[in-house]
Every structure is written in structure tokens, then in C-alpha cells.
């Protein structure tokens, strides 16, 4: 009988998959996310590259002193100030690791970094020295590792793991390789490297041809023992391998793998779900096991054939990667411990107050929507707790809209008791009106980058989702609304990003400011 392995999950959403443009988190999101990274089950957390930005700093820093149940892991270049301000962002952590990198291709050895191959060796080896000096755990990393010369790419393995390196990971940082090429290059490190049993293989794959995931499993296959991934695949560019569809393909072809995770696979949908929420990047519907669509059976052929026999159709059950079994949860005659089992049951840590408010609006929403869903409840919450003040509400609206002509919009906002009311006969459409006059009352002025609306849940009753981004003094922020009337959904997304603009100004801009986290 084949014994199993088991494969280390490195989790980078917090640092690669915060790279993904507009997917940028604050500190309390960050924290929350972590929480739920633990509670997923992954091994390591990579929270951040805590010398890009002060915020990146703090934000490291708050997970290694306050998230345990993990490995925090920080990322630092092979120089001093990296390494260094790593570990202080660290150094609180229970069990800490810092992550070196340098890059190693022709490419980027010539125009990127102006190095020879003995100066690459040389820095590889004094930084993760320096790391060393400071813990144990230590991950090295050849940047862009699938285009180095495989003989060049021997020598830095081996000199980063005689240097101290506990694990060495080989990324395809421009996501060029193919499962055969990925695979051959961990099979020869393995075959090459002397000392390799000295370090766990790492592999970490991009999506910019689709086959992170592919790719990543054929790293196993040759003898990876970790894999670096993000939830929902969010990363630079095309993004990560996603952390749910390489979790499930281990675990639902473990015949052929032998190889298992620690993932609580159950937690995968509202992790994704959460990560979703935060950054405001939605997943797509037909997205491999978290999609919305992963489980839905159209045709009249399969649905036969699955009140036959489930396994006709489903390689997985829902309920294994955490859809609930039955969508329709609640209803106005539900209780609030009802709704808090619930609220636990999707992930969420609620304060006792923070219940309360959730099941009050719950309570107004049940009034309106003869059905509540789990998607609704998901989005009542989220309102609640992602914690922008709310400088400015909106108080209610008028809108008049004809096709062909100017629409006019009144609206009405309230900041503490100030009630100010502005019409607007402008724009371009009924929404460019509705946020002019949010301009104009708040006096914030903003460019909006993306707008999008959709339907919490099916039915003529849904809740109006809408997400917006804009764009103020360079920095990006996102708002999000939640009402059964799209239009005042919309008001509240476009007040919700202005407010984080209010508040960012209010902190001080200097502090928050992302400075080119991009590596
Ligand atoms: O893609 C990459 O090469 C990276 C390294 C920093 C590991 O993200
Ligand atoms: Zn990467």
C-alpha cells in the first residue's frame, strides 16, 4: 500500500495575491484574513514584504503578534535593510519565517539586476546568512527559477540550502512553464542537488498560460512538498495557482497523488467568499469549486442522472468544500442564534453587538424578501463589519430618468445631525447624476474606475450588489453597497468609497499609501 505524503500549504494571498491590481487590503482586513487562513487550515501565511510600505510593515507585524496557529512568513530581498525590517515586522510571531528571494535567469541577471552568476551566488547566500542569524525557518526562493539554466540553478539551490535554507522554492514567475518542463526542474533538483534533503522543494507557479495549477501538481508528482498559492487564484497579473482547485485535485485524486493537505476543505467556500468581499475581486461563476455555477446541473440528462446516483455527474460533494446543502437558511420568524450559527457557519467572527446589527437589518430584509439566503446574510454582514466610518449616509433620493434626456437627482445625505440635500441635472445616465451630487455635497471629487452590479441571489426580489472603485490623488478605493433597490445600492457603494477617502485624509495619507509592494 502507498503511503501518503504530506504537502505543505504556503498561503500568499496577503502578498502575492495583494499584488493583484486593485486588490490592495488595510491592516483590520489583512488581520481578518489570516484569521481565516488559520482557520482553513494552511501551514504557512505569507503576510506580506514588509519594506515596500509602512503599511506592509504594520500589517506583517499585527499577524505575527496576534494570529497564531501558523507559520507568518515575511518577504525580504537578499539586502540588509530587507532582511532586517523583515524580522522586525516578525519577530513576535510564535513561528516565523523569513522568505529571500533573488532572481536567477539570463533575463534578468542581464537588464534586471546587471549581475554575473558568481555576484547572484554570492548575495543568495549572504542574505539567507543574515536571515539565518535572525531564525530558524528560512525559505529561499531563485526568482524567475523555470528559466534558469538547470545546471546555474543546482549550484544556488545547493549554496542557499549550505547557507541555511529550509525550504527552497522554485517559482515560474512569469507563469511560462508547462506541467512537463515544471516538473522535470523539480526532478532534477532532486536528482542533482546533494544536499536537497536538507530543504523541503517548493514550488510556486503564475497562471499567465492557465496551468499554475497543472503545474503545481506535477511539482508533487516530481517531489514538491510544499505549494505557494492564493485563494481564488488572485495574484500578479493572470495570478497564483489557486489554493481551493489544488487543495481539491489532492484530495479528490489522492489515488494518484498520495499526498494530502491539512485544509479543512469545508472552509474553502467562505474563505473564498471572505477574500472575495475584501478586495472586491468576484469570482467567476463557472470558477472551479468555489464558482457559483461548480455545482449547478443544467442539462435534463445529468440532473436525471444525478437524483439516480449523485456520483454520476460529481467528482465532489458541495458540502465538502463548504456549500451549504441547502441555500435557503432563514426567515423572519428566525431567531438571532439562528442567524449567529449561521454567520459562524460562513466564516464570520461577530461581535455581540455586530450580531445585533446584522439582525436588525436582517429583520427589515426578511420584511421585504420572502427568502433569505445564505449569499444574503453574507452581504448584510460585510456591510456591517468592514469598519469605514461612516462620515456620510444617505438619507433617501428622487430620481427622474427618461431616456434621451438630462436626469435629475436629488439626494439627500446626512454627516453626524448635518442633513444637506443637492440636485443634480447632469451626467450621463441616472448614475453619473447620483454620484455627481455625492461629489458635490461631500466636496470629494473622484474618478471612477469600475462599477459593477449583481444579484446577491436569484429572484425578482434579490438584493443589488454593487461594487465601485475609484480613483482619488493616485490611490485606489473600493465601496460596496447592498440594498434591494439598485439605485440606493449604488448611492451607498459610491458614499462607501468616498468615506475611505475621508477617512484615509483624516489618518493621514503618508501612513496608508501603498509604495510599489511589486516585486
Ligand atoms: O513570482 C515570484 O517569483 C515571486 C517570488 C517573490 C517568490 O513571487
Ligand atoms: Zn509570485
Known amino acids: 500500500m502507498t503511503t501518503s505524503r ?14 493583484s491590481p486593485g486588490a490592495s487590503m488595510n491592516i483590520a482586513e489583512k488581520m481578518e484574513v489570516a484569521q481565516a487562513l488559520v482557520d482553513l ?55 516565523a519565517r523569513i522568505h529571500v528571494f533573488l532572481a536567477t535567469s539570463a533575463i534578468h541577471r542581464e537588464f534586471k539586476l546587471k549581475m554575473d552568476k558568481e555576484e547572484i551566488i554570492r548575495r543568495a547566500v549572504a542574505g539567507v546568512r543574515r536571515a ?79 496551468l499554475a495549477v497543472a503545474n503545481s501538481l506535477a511539482a508533487v508528482e516530481n517531489g514538491a512538498g510544499q505549494i505557494e498559492c492564493t485563494i481564488n487564484g488572485i495574484g500578479e497579473r493572470a495570478g497564483n495557482c489557486s489554493l481551493e482547485e489544488v487543495v481539491m485535485a489532492l484530495r479528490t485524486r489522492q489515488d494518484h497523488y498520495h499526498a494530502t493537505t491539512k485544509i479543512v476543505t469545508q472552509r474553502l467556500v467562505p474563505t473564498s467568499r471572505l477574500v472575495s468581499n475584501i478586495t472586491g475581486i468576484q469570482v467567476q461563476r463557472n470558477k472551479a469549486i468555489v464558482g457559483r455555477n461548480a455545482f449547478a446541473h443544467e442539462a435534463g440528462i445529468h440532473q436525471d442522472g444525478m437524483l439516480k446516483e449523485r456520483t454520476t455527474y460529481e467528482i465532489m460533494r458541495p458540502e465538502d468544500v463548504g456549500f451549504a446543502k441547502t441555500d435557503l437558511v432563514l426567515g423572519k420568524h428566525s431567531g438571532r442564534a439562528a442567524l449567529g450559527d449561521r454567520a459562524k457557519a460562513l ?84 448614475f453619473d447624476a447620483l454620484f455627481r451630487a455625492i461629489e458635490r455635497i461631500t466636496g ?76
Do not use: M
Open 132 to 210: 539565518r542569524g535572525y531564525c530558524e525557518d528560512i525559505e529561499f526562493s531563485p526568482e524567475d527559477a523555470s528559466r534558469t539554466e538547470l545546471d546555474f540553478l543546482c549550484r544556488v539551490v545547493e549554496a542557499a540550502i549550505d547557507a541555511g535554507a529550509t525550504t527552497v522554492n522554485i517559482p515560474d514567475t512569469v507563469g511560462y512553464g508547462t506541467p512537463a518542463h515544471v516538473g522535470g526542474v523539480i526532478r532534477a533538483l532532486g536528482d542533482r542537488v546533494p544536499n536537497i534533503d536538507r530543504a523541503v522543494i517548493s514550488t510556486h507557479c503564475h497562471d499567465d498560460l492557465g
Open 6 to 19: 504530506h504537502i505543505r500549504i504556503f498561503d500568499t494571498t496577503l502578498r502575492d495575491g495583494e499584488q
Open 347 to 430: 466564516g464570520y467572527h461577530l461581535t455581540h453587538e455586530q450580531l445585533q446589527t446584522v439582525f436588525d437589518q436582517f429583520k427589515v430584509l426578511a420584511d421585504k424578501k420572502k427568502e433569505v439566503y445564505d449569499a444574503d446574510i453574507a452581504a448584510l454582514i460585510e456591510q456591517e463589519i468592514r469598519d469605514v466610518p461612516e462620515t456620510w449616509t444617505i438619507a433617501g433620493y428622487r430620481l427622474v430618468a427618461e431616456s434621451g434626456q438630462v436626469p435629475t437627482v436629488a439626494l439627500t445625505v446626512k454627516r453626524g445631525d448635518e442633513v444637506l440635500t443637492e440636485e443634480v441635472t447632469a451626467g450621463d445616465g441616472p
Open 41 to 95: 487550515g494552511v501551514d504557512i501565511i505569507e503576510a506580506g514584504f514588509p519594506i515596500a510600505s509602512p503599511g506592509d510593515f504594520e500589517a506583517v507585524r499585527g499577524i505575527a503578534d496576534n494570529i497564531t496557529g501558523a507559520v507568518i512568513c515575511g518577504l525580504a530581498r537578499t539586502n540588509d535593510d530587507d532582511i532586517d525590517r523583515a524580522w522586525e515586522a516578525l519577530r513576535g510571531a510564535p513561528q
Open 444 to 519: 470629494v471629487e473622484v474618478v471612477c474606475k469600475d462599477f459593477n452590479v449583481h444579484s446577491v441571489t436569484i429572484g425578482k426580489d434579490a438584493q443589488a450588489e454593487v461594487t465601485v472603485e475609484v480613483e482619488h490623488a493616485g490611490a485606489v478605493f473600493r465601496g460596496r453597497g447592498v440594498s434591494t433597490d439598485s439605485v440606493e445600492a449604488s448611492a451607498q457603494a459610491f458614499l462607501n468609497a468616498v468615506n475611505r477617502v475621508v477617512a484615509q485624509a483624516e489618518r493621514g495619507a503618508a501612513a496608508e499609501a501603498k509604495v510599489g509592494g511589486n516585486v
